[in-house]
């Protein structure tokens, strides 16, 4: 009987621990460390990989990438050829060199979940260089032109720099766009584009990823032909 | 009675306690030699084990001691903090009769498939996820086919001729939690 007590009690406090230690769900995001060894274990160019570290690990401390998906992302990377996974990623490592979001984490738009939707979808490294060299030029251009509005600064923060909210924007504007044009099929001249991108950026606002005052004022400021020359540029990196 | 009368008596009863005992103790020697003959030599560690689980009494206690086991754990769970805000579950929702296999992929799984359930088999597929505000583009795979069209859905996309639904999580008309 004291037997069966004593197991009784030490079952109870044995399955309690067992429980309380095991978490729920989520898997404990990678260390930055953990995402840069396995970019140097893939065999890049030595000076390419050390670029791309550098602007990584920059990502990673501001905000600009995410742990989870990068480790991913590279990992996806290393089933197609090596030259189409360089360039894929020299495309990231130069938006996030010139201080851009290149990923929102598991909420939102940005080019290394826009890379995995695409692989999810079968297509192939050249397809995917492509698209993402197209949501480079959006954001580039849609930085230019809102600069030039005053709705965002002018200067380049550079990857170093800590996240302002004006980043967001400029991420979410240039993403709205990019749709239109590319998923859409809209035209740049095509004045629907007004109403499609300001009812994105209400959206996002409402949903507290943009600030309500930076959404309000972008939106106000905006006109088709803001969004035209922004769809145009994006094509045209020589006038940008 | 007389002190040596009593004495007398007292002299007898332990003279016939000693006889008793002496005849207790004849063939001892015998005895404990027999006896540490018979006994097994010393057995394994699993040996022990064996014998001591044929016992009733303790399997009655090991029965107990996995059914406490496993109430710690149901109580632990319960209990344990999550490192998870408690975001609201959106309902994930497809009807696939004779699917073998149903996930939803998506920005909130950076395109991971997230496995559907139909557990009464009425070809209604379903999966519960807690997401935090955001704008989430996803597609189910049934049977590892691209079905991109949730009635669900607020908005779609198309990329590369290929449908993909978009829902807004966490405010306004747009939040389906379940």
């Given at each position: 009987?004291?037997?069966a ?7 109870l406090?044995?399955g309690?621990?067992l429980g ?10 990678p ?9 140097l274990g893939?065999?890049?160019?030595p000076?390419?990989t050390a670029?791309?570290?550098?602007a ?17 992302l ?16 020299e495309?990231?490592r130069?938006a ?12 939102g738009?940005?080019m290394?979940?826009?890379?995995r ?14 698209v ?6 959006f ?10 509005y ?16 004006t ?9 709205a ?7 859409e ?5 095509d004045?629907?584009?007004?109403g499609y991108?300001?009812?994105r950026?209400?959206r996002?606002?409402?949903l507290?990823?943009i ?9 106000a ?11 145009r ?8 | 009675m007389r ?15 000693v006889?008793?005992g002496?005849r ?10 027999r ?8 057995r ?13 009494t303790?399997?009655?206690a ?6 406490a ?24 929702v497809?009807?696939a009769p004779?699917?073998k296999s ?6 909130f ?10 557990p ?19 597609a189910?795979?049934?049977?590892g086919?691209?079905?991109g069209?949730d ?12 449908y993909v ?6 405010g ?7």
């Amino acid at each position: 009987m004291r037997i069966a007590l004593l197991s009784l009690l030490l079952g109870l406090w044995a399955g309690a621990a067992l429980g309380e230690a095991l978490l729920p769900l989520a898997s404990p995001a990678p260390s930055p460390s953990d995402v840069l060894n396995f970019l140097l274990g893939m065999g890049l160019p030595p000076e390419f990989t050390a670029a791309l570290s550098a602007a990584l690990a920059a990502g990673f401390q501001t905000g600009r990438a995410t742990t989870t998906v990068t480790l991913l992302l590279l990992q996806d990377l290393t089933k197609i050829p090596k030259e189409q996974g360089e360039g894929i990623l020299e495309v990231l490592r130069y938006a996030l060199s010139q201080g851009f979001i290149v990923d929102t984490g598991l909420a939102g738009s940005s080019m290394m979940n826009e890379v995995r939707k695409l692989l999810a979808l079968g297509r192939s490294g050249e397809e995917i260089s492509r698209v993402l060299s197209l949501r480079l030029g959006f954001l580039l251009a849609t930085r230019a032109v809102l600069a030039r509005y005053g709705l965002v600064p002018g200067t380049t923060a550079g990857p170093d720099a800590p996240l302002a909210p004006t980043d967001r924007l400029i991420l979410e504007l240039a993403w709205a766009v990019g749709d239109f044009i590319l998923w859409e099929g809209g035209s740049p001249a095509d004045p629907g584009i007004l109403g499609y991108v300001q009812g994105r950026l209400c959206r996002l606002a409402a949903l507290g990823l943009i600030p309500s005052e930076l959404s309000e004022r972008a939106t106000a400021a905006l006109t088709p032909e803001i969004l035209a020359e922004i769809a145009r540029l994006a094509f045209q990196p020589e006038r940008r | 009675m007389r002190w040596d009368e009593v004495d007398e008596l007292l002299r007898a009863a332990l003279a016939k306690e000693v006889e008793e005992g002496t005849r207790g103790l004849a063939g001892l020697e015998e005895r404990v030699i027999r006896e540490l003959a018979r006994r097994p030599a010393r057995r394994s560690f699993w040996e022990g084990l064996k014998e001591f689980l044929r016992r009733p009494t303790p399997r009655w206690a090991l029965a107990g001691a996995l059914a406490a086991l496993l109430l710690g754990f149901a109580l632990g769970r319960l209990t344990a903090p999550s490192p998870i805000p408690q975001w609201s579950p959106n309902l994930f929702v497809i009807a696939a009769p004779g699917a073998k296999s149903v996930a939803v992929v998506g920005d909130f799984s950076a395109w991971q498939p997230i496995p559907l359930s139909d557990p009464d088999g009425d070809g209604i597929w379903t999966a519960s996820i807690p997401l935090p505000p955001g704008r989430y583009e996803y597609a189910f795979l049934v049977d590892g086919k691209w079905v991109g069209q949730d009635p669900l859905a607020e908005e779609y996309l198309r990329t590369f001729g290929e449908y993909v639904s978009v829902r807004y999580i966490g405010g306004g008309r747009a939040d389906r939690s379940s």
